[in-house]
T-cell receptor, first 113, second 113 residues
Framework: QQQVKQSPQSLIVQKGGISIINCAYE??????FPWYQQFPGKGPALLIA?????SEKKEGRFTISFNKSAKQFSLHIMDSQPGDSATYFC????????????FGSGTQLTVLP | GAGVSQTPSNKVTEKGKYVELRCDPI?????LYWYRQSLGQGPEFLIY????????DSGLPNDRFFAVRPEGSVSTLKIQRTERGDSAVYLC???????????FGNGTRLTVT
């Protein structure tokens, strides 16, 4: 059973544009929601994470928006750059920690120069 | 400092053989995690260690999979009687504590022929 559903599967954005990736979850016990960036041949790297006590968190060009009632959260990448081209994964876990992460299926982002 | 190191980076084995995959975590990290990532999918949790003990092995798919961390540092994931369906990238991650962010290695790509 897929507990974290991610969309779109792929996304193409022009340089300087906004990239938006969405995730929805089913398990209401989830209380930690990180986003990871993965380049080919590399392991995932943590970008930004949020807990359900806040509705938005911003770090540089990356923003997470969280809607607890809808059980949805999204990643916004402002001023997208070609170097942002990678696969992005949302994830969720319980216990307020990253002990056992459930990942989405990934979004392949391409930023055109 | 050095990140999480996984060896080998690639492993090709024949169906039915035994394989061992090694993970060297970041020095001082007490928690260690194994994930499996199939092509085009997000990582899937296998097991995590707190110190030397397996705190949660609920993600191991069957009894052919086993992992150890005898001295609380290096970990080995062992797969017996490999099957073609075991082909994937096996990712290791470590964290300072279970409430700290995960740092992933670049994985071992296992191919079972």
């Amino acid at each position: 059973q897929q507990q974290v559903k991610q969309s779109p599967q792929s996304l193409i954005v022009q340089k300087g544009g906004i990239s938006i990736i969405n995730c929805a979850y089913e398990n209401t016990a989830f209380d930690y929601f990180p986003w990871y960036q993965q380049f080919p041949g590399k392991g995932p790297a943590l970008l930004i994470a949020i807990r359900p006590d806040v509705s938005e968190k911003k770090e540089g060009r990356f923003t997470i928006s969280f809607n607890k009632s809808a059980k949805q959260f999204s990643l916004h990448i402002m001023d997208s750059q070609p170097g942002d081209s990678a696969t992005y994964f949302c994830a969720a876990s319980t216990g307020g920690s990253a002990r056992q992460l459930t990942f989405g299926s990934g979004t392949q982002l391409t930023v055109l120069p | 400092g050095a990140g999480v190191s996984q060896t080998p980076s690639n492993k090709v084995t024949e169906k039915g053989k035994y394989v061992e995959l090694r993970c060297d975590p970041i020095s001082g990290h007490t928690a260690l995690y194994w994930y499996r990532q199939s092509l085009g999918q997000g990582p899937e949790f296998l097991i995590y260690f707190q110190g030397t003990g397996a705190a949660d092995d609920s993600g191991l798919p069957n009894d052919r999979f086993f992992a150890v961390r005898p001295e609380g540092s290096v970990s080995t994931l062992k797969i017996q009687r490999t099957e073609r369906g075991d082909s994937a990238v096996y990712l290791c991650a470590s964290s300072f504590t279970t409430n700290s962010p995960l740092h992933f290695g670049n994985g071992t790509r296992l191919t079972v022929t």
